[in-house]
T-cell receptor, first 113, second 117 residues
Framework: NAGVTQTPKFQVLKTGQSMTLQCAQD?????MSWYRQDPGMGLRLIHY???????DQGEVPNGYNVSRSTTEDFPLRLLSAAPSQTSVYFC????????????FGQGTRLTVV | AQSVTQLGSHVSVSEGALVLLRCNYS??????LFWYVQYPNQGLQLLLK??????LVKGINGFEAEFKKSETSFHLTKPSAHMRDAAEYFC???????????????FGSGTRLQVQP
């Protein structure tokens, strides 16, 4: 099925560990983004990409890295996990001509202990 | 800078009653406005969008929203609630250039809708 696929769905990390959250879409969307969702705060933009080889920072980029080597994939890397990064992470994508992301992944629930 | 305020973190209605979820926005330029729905343990799904065309926007599942510039509001309504409408709803605003994608989508804090039988 076409859509945005995130892996893993759940992850527990120890403080200081690193990991990569995977995101892939098969709709040939140019624009992809990562959000984190925290209780009472809605979703906040971490990083986004307007095409392969182009990334930019969102509202809360500190502690996260991204790259976009292909149109399909947009991984999010946590360099040294901290308890403050405990959250639910969503990846999203949209067409160049769309006003907003209509396609979100099912999320990755990350706990940092 | 853009911002979104959703009044009421929890709203409870009876099945068959009117649903009204409130959203007020702040934007320095004419905004694009959106409502999303999130069912338990799922990602967000776009319900409807306002992109400077008709001020009354119809979305999926019988929801609609009206853009009122004078009130800086974009409230979400549904005439008759169903049990399946129980979910969390997010209002969002975007200011920047649609085509380049170099814009931020700012979300409200969400409203959890409960539907009582």
């Amino acid at each position: 099925n076409a859509g945005v696929t995130q892996t893993p769905k759940f992850q527990v990390l120890k403080t200081g560990q690193s990991m990569t959250l995977q995101c892939a879409q098969d709709m040939n969307h140019e624009y992809m983004s990562w959000y984190r969702q925290d209780p009472g705060m809605g979703l906040r933009l971490i990083h986004y990409s307007v095409g392969a080889g182009i990334t930019d920072q969102g509202e809360v980029p500190n502690g996260y890295n991204v790259s976009r080597s292909t149109t399909e994939d947009f991984p999010l890397r946590l360099l040294s996990a901290a308890p403050s990064q405990t959250s639910v992470y969503f990846c999203a994508s949209k067409n160049r001509g769309s006003f907003t992301e209509a396609f979100f992944g099912q999320g990755t629930r990350l706990t940092v202990v | 800078a853009q911002s979104v305020t959703q009044l009421g973190s929890h709203v409870s209605v009876s099945e068959g009653a009117l649903v009204l979820l409130r959203c007020n926005y702040s934007s320095s330029v004419p905004p694009y406005l959106f409502w999303y729905v999130q069912y338990p343990n799922q990602g967000l799904q776009l319900l409807l969008k306002y992109t400077s065309a008709a001020t009354l926007v119809k979305g999926i599942n019988g929801f609609e929203a009206e853009f009122k510039k004078s009130e800086t509001s974009f409230h979400l309504t549904k005439p008759s609630a169903h049990m399946r409408d129980a979910a969390e709803y997010f209002c969002a605003v975007s200011e920047g250039a649609m085509d380049t994608g170099r814009r931020a989508l700012t979300f409200g804090s969400g409203t959890r809708l409960q539907v009582q039988p």
